[in-house]
């Protein structure tokens, strides 16, 4: 099965949202079946084949979660992102402040799902091909 060092190795490669698409094929190969990421202080839940989930630390300081979302803003400042307009910590705040509590990426679809903090569906997006 997959570690939190395998996945942080291929996360290394990434310097902007234009580099995701070649790092959830990375991470797929690996055994990842899905993923949810926490805006907060960044953690992230893993989860692979038979049951097998691993999570990772807090990758920054605490990020307050705006309780309401502003769901223009978010989808602009992650396509901004998506660019490579801005860096991943910027974007994780950003997210913050539009109210967007985690992401959700599913592998079998190839999808990404941004919820708010009521869990709400926010935005899905299918994630493009390398």
Not at 39 to 66: C, M, R
Request: with cysteine; glycine share 6%; proline share 3%.
């Amino acid at each position: 099965m997959f570690t939190i060092a395998q996945i942080k190795e291929a996360h290394s490669n990434v310097k902007s949202g234009a580099d995701f698409p070649a790092y959830i094929q990375a991470i797929k190969q690996m055994g990842v079946t899905c993923y949810e990421t926490y805006v907060a202080d960044g953690h992230a839940s893993y989860f692979g084949a038979n049951d097998y989930q691993t999570s990772s630390p807090a990758k920054y300081e605490s990020l307050s979660v705006a309780d309401t979302c502003d769901a223009p803003r978010f989808k602009a400042d992650l396509i901004a992102h998506q660019q490579g307009q801005s860096d991943y910590l910027t974007f994780c705040r950003q997210a913050a402040a539009s109210g967007i509590n985690k992401w959700s990426v599913r592998m079998d679809q190839l999808t990404c799902t941004y919820y708010d903090k009521a869990g709400q569906e926010i935005l899905v997006e299918t994630i493009p091909s390398v």
